[in-house]
């Protein structure tokens, strides 16, 4: 059975560095093809895809939030971290992980539950 | 990159079919196979629906099927179910360095 748990702190002051872990299980990222995705949610509003690792550790950005984001991956914990820098009150959103299966399959098949952070001094 | 557009609701009553659109451009939903569909209950995580535009993941009900014309893609929902009530996002693959692109969503409203 393929799970994800997105983990960190509930809670962010202003300007802070956001920290998020995604640890999985059912499935190993050193497996060919196989990526996770990171995709946020503020309250009340549409999804918006954040990051991309692969298993042979490529990783790819939102283009607007590229300059923020930083994704890495622990293979021998089964995790993959999701660093925000500089963070706003316009960051205060709901932060899924999500498998994609094969790099070409482009969709995500299985979510985490999601971790809510809210930014504000 | 610029959301994938969505009405903001469609409602129907239990047995009805509806279609939720979603919109975007030839970089997106028009040039690539690459759109999915996903439903999200309140407070609860988005599930996949379709993927490749028209194929159903295992476990998902055949009332769901969706299709691509241009750059305007479909999520139909036949034999309308009070637990279809919820929110439906589409997606799709970009050629542009942001990978993904979501669209505004909608709500199904069961009457």
Known sequence: QVTLRESGPALVKPTQTLTLTCTFSGFSLSTSGMCVSWIRQPPGKALEWLARIDWDDDKYYSTSLKTRLTISKDTSKNQVVLTMTNMDPVDTATYYCARIRNWNDHYMDVWGKGATVTVSS | ?111
């Not at chain 2, 379709?50 to 241009?70: D, Q």
């Not at chain 2, 309308?80 to 589409?90: I, K, M, T």
Request: glycine share 10%.
């Open chain 2, 1 to 111: 990159q610029s959301a994938l557009t969505q009405p903001a609701s469609v409602s129907g009553s239990p047995g009805q079919s509806i279609t939720i659109s979603c919109t975007g451009t030839n970089s997106d939903v028009g040039g690539y196979k690459y759109v999915s569909w996903y439903q999200q209950h309140p407070g609860k995580a988005p599930k996949v629906m379709i993927y490749e535009v028209s194929n159903r993941p295992s476990g998902v009900s055949n009332r769901f099927s969706g299709s691509k014309s241009g750059n305007t893609a479909s999520l139909t929902i036949s034999g309308l179910q009070v637990e279809d009530e919820a929110d439906y996002y589409c997606s799709s693959y970009t050629s542009s360095s942001t990978l993904y692109v979501f669209g505004t969503g909608t709500k199904v409203i069961v009457l």
